[in-house]
């Protein structure tokens, strides 16, 4: 079993579109984080959420804690080509000892 | 730029080979992670180091091993290669506090990637 669940595994729109993704775990977390990885690079920190409810806004990005603190989702309005990406989710584990990864969300933006 | 350099960042080898990549993390992190990414998949968490020693441990095979070196960098090695070990190998790092304290960011390199023929 997956401690962190995203959906959906793939997402693929036109240019101008809005959409939502999501990370689900049954577990409650101190603190969540965001990252876009694109082909071939490593991934790069996004946003960190640490508060139950929080919301986050980074340009066109969207980012929303939910109360529970158990899951979180990332809002993408209009949008572009170059938000193609590998969108990975990651807590810290139990332990406080390695960040642990959802599996990703695979957007790609048409042009 | 992230800050960790990851090194070489591309290999090719032959099956039953032995291979170490290398990390350097960002100056001032204590730990650092290792990662392995297999074609369209997500992070598997392998290893990590904290100031030198293991402090924790994923799905890390037999065959693979690691370690952290007084000035912080470390290497992964990877032996008796198999075709299946062909994937994207990324290191991060992060700023651990000096109690030990829970983090919450990571700082990836860019990744070597190795491809076992």
């Known amino acids: 079993t997956q401690l962190l669940e995203q959906s959906p595994q793939f997402l693929s729109i036109q240019e101008g579109e809005n959409l939502t993704v999501y990370c689900n775990s049954s577990?409650?977390?101190?603190?969540l984080q965001w990252y876009r990885q694109e082909p071939g690079e490593g991934p790069v920190l996004l946003v960190t959420?640490?508060?139950?409810?929080e919301v986050k806004k980074l340009k066109r990005l969207t980012f929303q804690f939910g109360d529970a603190r158990k899951d979180s989702s990332l809002h993408i309005t209009a949008a572009q080509p170059g938000d193609t990406g590998l969108y990975l989710c990651?807590?810290?584990?139990?332990?406080?000892?390695?960040?642990?990864f959802g599996p990703g969300t695979r957007l790609s933006v048409l042009p | 730029d992230s800050g960790v350099t990851q090194t070489p960042k591309h290999l090719i080898t032959a099956t039953g080979q032995r291979v170490t990549l290398r990390c350097s993390p960002r100056?001032?992190?204590?730990?650092v992670y290792w990662y392995q990414q297999s074609l369209d998949q997500g992070l598997q968490f392998l290893i990590q180091?904290?100031?030198?020693?293991?402090?924790a441990k994923g799905n890390i095979l037999e065959r693979f091993s690691a370690q952290q070196f007084p000035d912080l960098h470390s290497e992964l090695n990877l032996s008796s290669l198999e075709l299946g070990d062909s994937a994207l190998y990324f290191c991060?790092?992060?700023?651990?506090?000096?109690?030990?304290?829970?983090?919450?960011?990571?700082?990836f390199g860019q990744g070597t990637r190795l491809t076992v023929v």
């Open positions: 991060a790092s992060s700023d651990v506090g000096a109690r030990g304290q829970m983090n919450t960011e990571a700082f």
């Open positions: 577990s409650v977390f101190s603190s």
């Open positions: 959420v640490v508060t139950g409810g």
């Open positions: 990651a807590v810290t584990d139990n332990y406080g000892q390695n960040f642990v």
């Open positions: 100056s001032g992190d204590l730990s």
């Open positions: 180091y904290y100031n030198g020693e293991e402090r």
